[in-house]
């Protein structure tokens, strides 16, 4: 497995590096020995250290947690445990799911999927009115399938994602799905073909 890790305004050491590592494959390698790569990335605010693991155990399924402490291998242990729960979830599901052969089966489209390292010194922070901009990190390939509405949003939500783009088995159409401040799930289809779609 493929790993990375980068600080945000706080300096990564190698005993952490090896700590967060090896744990991390132990625990990823319990339910997905062929995992393809992990991103672990690591700031501090407020003496507070927040954690944020992004995982892809293919291609196709992306798995993000992210949690805070008061030391950096508490922040990452706590992450680590989220992580857990939602591979231990989608291990269960795809050993019991009638459906599974719409993961492993369905027609993708390749695409970009963008996490790109620390911005430009002083991007970050915006002196000026105080605000913080999005972390964003390294780019990677991933792939836009072929799915079902309730399958694209099964999978969002197995993943733990708050967006989802995914082609729409009914029609082929690109069709995207996101969580909402309201707590609602939002479904762009910009074809309008719904009609022809069942949720």
């Known amino acids: ?37 992990s991103i672990v990335s690591v700031s501090k605010k407020n003496k507070i250290f927040y954690i944020i693991i992004v995982l892809h155990i293919t291609k196709k399924m992306e798995f993000t947690a992210q949690s805070n402490g008061e030391t950096a291998k508490i922040a990452f242990d706590s992450t680590l445990e989220k992580l857990s729960k939602q591979l231990r979830r989608y291990k269960r599901k ?25 911005p430009p010194s002083g991007v970050f922070i915006n002196k000026e009115n105080n605000t913080q901009e999005p972390l964003i990190f390294a780019e990677l390939d991933t792939e836009i399938e072929e799915l079902t509405v309730v399958d694209a949003l099964e999978k969002m939500k197995l993943g733990n994602a708050s967006a989802l783009m995914f082609r729409n088995s009914k029609h082929s159409g690109l ?7 309201d707590g609602l799930i939002g479904w762009v289809d910009p074809r309008g073909n719904r009609e022809l779609t069942k949720v």
């Open 175 to 181: 069709n995207m799905i996101y969580k909402r401040e």
């Open 1 to 37: 497995m493929n790993f990375k890790i980068f600080g945000k305004q706080v300096k990564v050491g190698q005993s952490f590096t090896k700590y967060a590592e090896l744990n991390l494959f132990n625990a990823v390698t319990k339910f997905f020995p062929n995992a393809v790569s």
């Open 94 to 118: 795809i050993k019991n799911s009638k459906h599974n052969d719409n993961f492993l089966k369905s027609n993708v489209l390749d695409a970009q999927f963008q996490i790109i390292n620390e």
